[in-house]
């Protein structure tokens, strides 16, 4: 059984920093990808970046040159620095996994206020 678990979530002014973190219950290199996911209120979930075993890293135009993806092998987690919320922004974010199937974890609250 594979659990992601997210956190870091929380109120931040528009402008400001959040540091969101995944961990993974077993090796983040066993997964082909991982990723950060955004759903905004009434709204479908959204990839905002994802990071591959390889280390290639990817991102929604949206986000490019504010947001960054890493992983840490030594924690089995994956993190989203994200630098200049906008308040459209808001939202639950998720870390989603694939490997064959997609694996997901329960979200991190994040709002950005105006």
């Known amino acids: 059984q594979v659990q992601l678990v997210e956190s870091g979530g929380g109120l931040v002014q528009a402008g400001g920093s959040l540091r969101l973190s995944c961990s993974a219950s077993r090796s983040i290199l066993s997964f082909d990808s991982m990723g950060w996911f955004h759903q905004a209120p009434g709204k479908q979930r959204e990839l905002v970046a994802f990071?591959?075993?390889?280390?290639?890293?990817n991102y929604a135009d949206s986000v490019k040159g504010r947001f960054t993806i890493s992983g840490d092998l030594a924690t089995n987690a994956i993190y989203l620095q994200m630098n200049s919320l906008i308040s459209e922004e808001t939202g639950v974010y998720y870390c989603?996994?694939?490997?064959?199937?997609?694996?997901w974890g329960q979200g991190t609250q994040v709002i950005v206020s105006s």
């Open positions: 989603g996994a694939v490997r064959g199937d997609w694996y």
């Open positions: 990071i591959t075993s390889g280390g290639v890293t």
